[in-house]
């Protein structure tokens, strides 16, 4: 039996108290008020309720250490970025390799891969193999549903694969940013009771009103806990947190979900609500086995100097001593490396756009749609411009930030798909990287058409990772796990990482996170106007459109 004092903080029963904990065989045996000098805090370990591991650019066994190390007990995680590029023995890759580490993982069952029907990936994950995979007890709800239109029209796979969730009596995951009124209220109807891209707070209450629970989301790039964090107050019951997508720089040198307990105390929120939507309300909506510091439960809990810093001293999972005092006290053994990736090199013509002669009208130019990226956001807006030619083929205009993007299959060697881009901010140079949300393909955006070349074709060598830089200095994050994640420890990849991200800015970006916007330039089912790897596509009409604009 171990025996730990501490200040224990019972978000339950809403109070704090000097005692003592039991431990034995896992489980807490007994706690008791008892008197002591010892000013450090007792809580229940923390829980990410909804967290994309892939994103984290390291391997679920790496992902462990840097996880606990801020407190973090339970993650709820959607492995749809592996399973978009290698289906279900991604999947299996996931499960396998977080079996090795004390961190508890739920995965769940990737529900749109691909995202949409209008792009390639890697693989396919039909109703049929939805609800093969839910039949399964290591798996454990429905993740995301992405496809909303495909909701409130109820096309026939996506209505399967989420009738497939009920009939196992499992969670349905929801993902609906901006959807509002009667869709909304089908989108619900359909079973769907989650949603973490809620980006204004009237959007966000609206939801809770209807009976859906929000989850807070403050990742690497989205970031929406300044606009939704007074919910965690008012709608307490309603409310989880998450970080849906946080690169290793961010875990390491920001925090996991200890960082959104530090901000809510410093906007003064209630500190049981606070405990509450971090740990106690993820746990009971998905049914996980974790401890929430009561007797009885899995010794689950984590001791903190105060409530102010929450700077985490000691994680323990299942009654064992996971972290102490700034080291991780278990260790694993390198993961194998597993990937698909199926694309040549590209040269300057696949790059090359020549201005039709039909869009120079009586030497008026028809403008083209360029996206305009929003920092911190994965929505986009759009707008229209003039391009500018250069021996009649349309290039990057640094001066106006106008820059070409381009996004290419890394599954075959189809046709380059070019469109334009705002707010990048690249004077020289490129930026490039095979994490494209969600199949994963090659994209791109550089001040010129050889800065671009040059960094797709150093992606290719490398089967997958990250590049940036000028054709003449290019430096690199090779990611040899499915172009998503690297094998090595999570310190070395975000070192690395934050050297990517620094050279970024020497080009010219004042982006938070430049390569996190990049990578969701491509996802077709998050508005406005978005770039696959067959044509530019305007999600809110959802269909493909022309560069040009028709007049």
Do not use: W
């Amino acid at each position: 039996m171990q025996k730990y004092r501490g200040i224990i903080v019972d978000a339950i029963s809403r109070r704090k108290f000097k005692g003592e904990i039991a431990v034995e065989n896992g489980k807490i045996i007994s706690i008791e008020e008892k008197e002591h000098d010892i000013e450090q805090y007792i809580l229940p370990g923390l829980v990410d309720a909804h967290v994309h591991i892939e994103s984290s650019m390291t391997v679920p066994s790496v992902f462990a250490r840097m996880a606990v190390a801020r407190g973090t007990v339970a993650v709820v995680s959607d492995p749809h970025e592996i399973a978009n590029v290698m289906g279900e023995e991604g999947i299996d890759y996931m499960l396998e390799d977080a079996r090795k580490v004390p961190l508890k993982v739920f995965y769940g069952v990737p529900s749109c891969v691909p995202a949409t029907p209008f792009e390639s990936a890697g693989a396919v994950l039909d109703a049929e193999a939805v609800d093969r995979l839910l039949a399964r007890d290591d798996l454990h709800y429905l993740s995301e549903m992405m496809n909303f239109p495909g909701v409130v029209l109820e096309f026939p796979d996506v209505i399967a694969k989420l009738e497939s969730a009920k009939k196992y009596g499992k969670n349905i995951d929801g993902h609906a940013p901006g959807l509002r009124g009667a869709d909304l209220q089908k989108y619900i109807s359909a079973g769907i009771f989650t949603d973490h891209e809620s980006f204004a707070y009237e959007e966000a209450v609206e939801k809770i009103k209807l009976g859906m629970k929000i989850l807070i989301r403050e990742g690497s790039s989205a970031r929406n806990f300044e606009t939704l964090y007074k919910l965690i107050d008012e709608y307490t019951e309603s409310v989880m947190l998450c970080t849906d997508d946080s690169h290793p720089d961010t875990l390491i040198y920001e925090g996991h979900i200890d960082k959104l307990l530090r901000r809510g105390q410093e906007k003064g929120l209630d500190i049981y609500n606070l405990i509450k939507t971090a740990v106690i309300n993820p746990v009971e909506h998905y049914g996980l086995n974790v401890g929430l510091l009561r007797e009885g439960d899995p010794a689950d809990f984590i001791i903190v100097d105060d409530l102010k810093s929450f700077n985490v001293l000691k994680t323990f999972i299942d009654g064992n001593c996971v972290y102490d005092d700034g080291k991780v006290l278990f260790s694993v053994d390198k993961a194998p490396a597993k990937n698909v990736f199926n694309r040549n090199k590209i040269s300057i013509d696949d790059v090359k756009l020549a201005l039709p002669a039909s869009e120079n009208n009586g030497g008026q130019m028809k403008k083209i749609r360029v996206i305009v990226a929003q920092d911190g956001e994965l929505v986009t807006g759009q707008e229209l411009a003039i391009p500018k030619l250069e021996n009649g083929n349309l290039v990057s205009d640094p001066s106006r930030d106008i820059l070409k993007m381009v996004v290419l299959s890394r599954y075959a060697d189809d046709p380059v798909q070019i469109g334009f881009i705002k707010n990048i901010g690249l004077k020289k140079g490129a930026i490039a990287s095979s994490i494209a949300h969600d199949s994963h393909n090659i994209i791109v955006v550089g001040a010129t058409d050889e800065d671009i070349v040059e960094a797709v074709n150093r992606l290719v060598e490398n089967q997958g990772g990250i590049v940036v830089g000028t054709k003449e200095n290019l430096i690199d994050l090779p990611l040899e796990v499915s172009g998503l994640m690297s094998t090595l420890d999570g310190k070395e990849v975000a070192a690395r990482y934050e050297q990517l991200n620094e050279e970024a800015r020497k080009l010219g970006t004042s982006l938070l996170s430049p390569f996190m916007t990049l990578s969701f330039m491509s996802l077709l089912v998050i508005p406005e106007l978005k770039l696959g790897d067959k044509g530019l596509f305007d999600v809110t009409k959802f269909e493909f459109v022309e560069l040009f604009v028709r007049e």
